[in-house]
């Protein structure tokens, strides 16, 4: 396993104070709490702060991580030795449960018998329901139309007899019901971190996170599309085809049509009861005037309308 | 060395599924005191006058959670979180925004492919 160099990770000096640790780990946990943070790493990071700041708050537990020396790196392959012994006689205990949140140097320090975390030590703990656990799932917009079945690979953090974190490897297949929307969560009843002492298992929470379409944009169960149309369709009106999640349809589009202007087709967005709408918000794309002839074209259009666009302006 | 493949059928938390307070203090590892303030707090609507009564839809378990984490690990008291809560949400929709409007902006997203020159 690896050294983890505790003072590093939440910046501070071997010698800081209790407030110091404190401040040093408020600072960080507002930066990479994974409900708070956007850093792509936010969950590992706060989870090494979390677990730097378990051990340097408490007198205790500093001390005996104080007393594996300063010749450590972070990232070493640390071994503690077989005598490993820091002489403390059960202080804090920590369930297997509590054990499993944090890394396997760490239990290896804070496990182990001078802490009392292990059944020979005779910590003793009522059966407990495991934790929740929840992990988010990326959908592409079709995905969450369609629904269907995802394959999801796991590591679930677990004790094994002798009070050691070690990790399971699980794969589950999931059904994801039609119509999920970003954000809500699917609940899989006991597929959470086991409970301790014969207790239940927590519950697994899928969090949807919806990927970014080329081209729609939801919104709950809303869906927008920015339609491109020509300017004769706009002034005109016209009927164009649409995409829809659903697959194509025509779209008529009322004569004198601005862009920006906002269609409604609904029950076109995501299922349920009752379905969302899609809303059609109209782009006007102008052709280039490439050849003479569209050139002319515009000319005649400028000589025939006397068309200010800038009227609101005052110019 | 292959593991086996469980198949799991979940529940949708969504707007239509709804909960009462036994089942949220169950779901959520939480104690019915600490729900009443987060009531009492605005944090958490439930519909229903009386605790008895009340009934709690599927994405309020979602809150419930993300309160108590912040709570904990940032050592907020309960005004600090409904307002960190608040901004928050805020935040995730205007960043949200913000990416779609990106998104639109750049004609190569919108593929219409390289301008004619």
Not at chain 1, 41 to 67: C, G, I, M, S, T
Not at chain 1, 177 to 197: K, W
Not at chain 1, 282 to 296: C, D, K, M, N, Y
Request: one cysteine or more; aromatic letters at 8%.
């Amino acid at each position: 396993m690896e050294y983890k160099d505790y003072y590093k990770i939440l910046g501070i000096g071997r010698e800081a104070s209790l407030d110091e640790v404190k401040r040093a780990y408020r600072r960080l946990a507002r930066k990479y709490h994974p409900d708070v943070s956007k850093e792509p790493n936010a969950e590992a990071r706060f989870k090494e702060v979390n677990e730097a700041y378990e051990v340097l708050k408490d007198p205790q537990k500093r001390a005996a991580y104080d007393h594996l020396g300063t010749q450590w790196q972070a990232g070493q392959e640390f071994r503690p030795p077989p005598d490993f012994d820091f002489g403390f006689s059960r202080g804090e205990s920590m369930s297997p449960d509590d054990l499993s949140h944090f890394s396997d140097f760490f239990a290896s320090i804070f496990g182990g018998r001078g802490f009392g975390a292990g059944p020979q030590s005779g910590f003793q703990s009522r059966s407990r329901r495991g934790q929740n656990q929840t992990v988010k799932i990326h959908l592409s917009l079709e995905e969450a139309y369609h629904g269907g079945t995802r394959t999801l690979h796991l590591d679930s953090p677990e004790t094994d007899l002798q009070g050691r974190a070690t990790s399971r490897h699980r794969t589950l297949r999931v059904q994801i019901p039609a119509g999920v929307t970003q954000g809500q969560q699917i609940r899989l009843a006991a597929q959470g971190l086991p409970g301790s002492r014969g207790g239940p298992a927590g519950d697994l929470f899928l969090e949807v996170q919806i990927q970014p379409h080329p081209f729609y944009r939801p919104e709950g169960k809303d869906v927008y599309l920015n339609l491109p149309i020509a300017p004769w369709e706009a002034a005109l009106g016209a009927q164009v085809p649409v995409p829809t999640l659903a697959g194509p349809v025509t779209l008529r589009i009322p004569p004198g049509s601005q862009a920006g202007n906002k269609l409604r087709l609904k029950g076109r967005g995501l299922p349920g009861e009752p379905p969302g709408d899609e809303y059609v918000v109209l782009e006007v794309l102008v052709p280039e005037a490439s050849t003479q002839e569209i050139e002319r074209a515009f000319r005649q259009l400028e000589t025939v309308a006397a068309f200010n666009p800038r009227a609101r302006l005052g110019v | 060395m292959n593991t086996p493949i469980e198949l799991c059928y979940g529940i949708l938390l969504d707007e239509r599924h709804l909960l009462g307070l036994r089942e949220i203090e169950d779901l959520c590892d939480v104690t019915q005191p600490l729900i009443e303030e987060m009531v009492q707090e605005g944090l958490l609507m439930p519909s229903g006058s009386v605790p008895a009564d009340w009934l709690f839809t599927g994405p309020q378990v979602r809150r419930v959670g993300r309160a108590v984490r912040l709570m904990r690990d940032l050592e907020l008291n309960l005004p600090a979180t409904a307002l960190v809560m608040d901004l928050l949400e805020e935040l995730e929709w205007l960043r949200a925004r913000t990416r779609d409007l990106e998104f639109q902006l750049d004609p190569r997203a919108r593929n219409l492919g390289p301008p004619d020159i």
